[in-house]
């Protein structure tokens, strides 16, 4: 992916978060999957690719003032599970769901990791 894909795909998952309150029924190509490439499955989510989104270089500008620590945080609470099975989760359609929350506890579980580490190597810095 060029800069401006990874920039575009920034904004793009910015206006879906937006419009994801507003649709009726959501499936899984209606969420903003933490990652350079869209997951088709599940198991497609790794650590290592929401890592290389929350960490790019690319990263919207406005956020980059902030610690990455703030960053992941942010995500954490888009993809917790209290606010995600409880709000969106009933929205998602009944022959995805499963397959959704699925893929949005492999999410807010790297995230968690991610965080760990971050706050890990800011004790060894």
Not at 46 to 61: D, K
Not at 75 to 84: A, G, K, Q, T
């Amino acid at each position: 992916m060029s800069k401006e894909d990874v920039i575009q795909l920034f904004d793009t998952h910015e206006r879906q978060w937006t419009r994801l309150a507003t649709l009726d029924e959501l499936r899984w190509e209606s969420f903003p999957w933490p990652m350079l490439k869209k997951p088709s499955v599940p198991e497609e989510i790794t650590s290592v690719a929401i890592s290389a989104y929350i960490l790019s270089p690319h990263y919207p500008e406005k956020d980059k003032s902030r610690p990455t620590k703030d960053r992941i945080k942010e995500h954490i609470r888009r993809w917790h599970p209290d606010r995600f099975e409880t709000k969106l989760l009933p929205k998602v359609a009944e022959d995805e769901k499963e397959k959704v929350k699925e893929g949005a506890g492999f999410v807010v579980r790297s995230l968690n990791d991610l965080l760990t580490r971050s706050n890990v190597l800011n004790v060894f810095s």
